[in-house]
Nanobody, 125 residues
């Protein structure tokens, strides 16, 4: 059984930084693709970032490029999302997700087998 456990969310002011963590508990995978997807109230879910198991391949939404950095620590089975220069429009519940297929195909933004419970990020103006 696979569990993804997110942490690190909170309430911050515009311009501040936060680092989200996503730990894989239970079954682990030697190869995978992990992503962060967010959903604001009343809005559709939005892809944020993704990373390959090796860390060599990353992808970002245009809205976060240059501000957010995704990274992986395989020794800790943890993926991080460093969020800098936060804006009020970054307010959302952030979910991490894992796909054991590990590829970056056409559906890499939203096709994941396992999802975390989400962590709230609130950015005040």
């Amino acid at each position: 059984q696979v569990q993804l456990v997110e942490s690190g969310g909170g309430l911050v002011q515009a311009g501040d930084s936060l680092r989200l963590s996503c730990a894989t508990v239970g079954q682990t995978f030697s190869r995978y693709r992990m992503g962060w997807i967010r959903q604001a109230p009343g809005k559709e879910r939005e892809f944020v970032a993704a990373i390959s198991w090796s860390g060599r391949t990353t992808a970002y939404a245009d809205s976060v490029k240059g501000r957010f950095t995704i990274s992986t620590d395989n020794a800790r089975n943890t993926v991080y999302l460093q969020m800098n220069s936060l804006k009020p429009e970054d307010t959302a519940v952030y979910y991490c997700a894992l796909d054991p297929r590990a590829n970056f195909g056409l559906d890499y933004r939203y096709k994941y087998d396992y999802w975390g419970q989400g962590t709230q990020v609130t950015v005040s103006a």
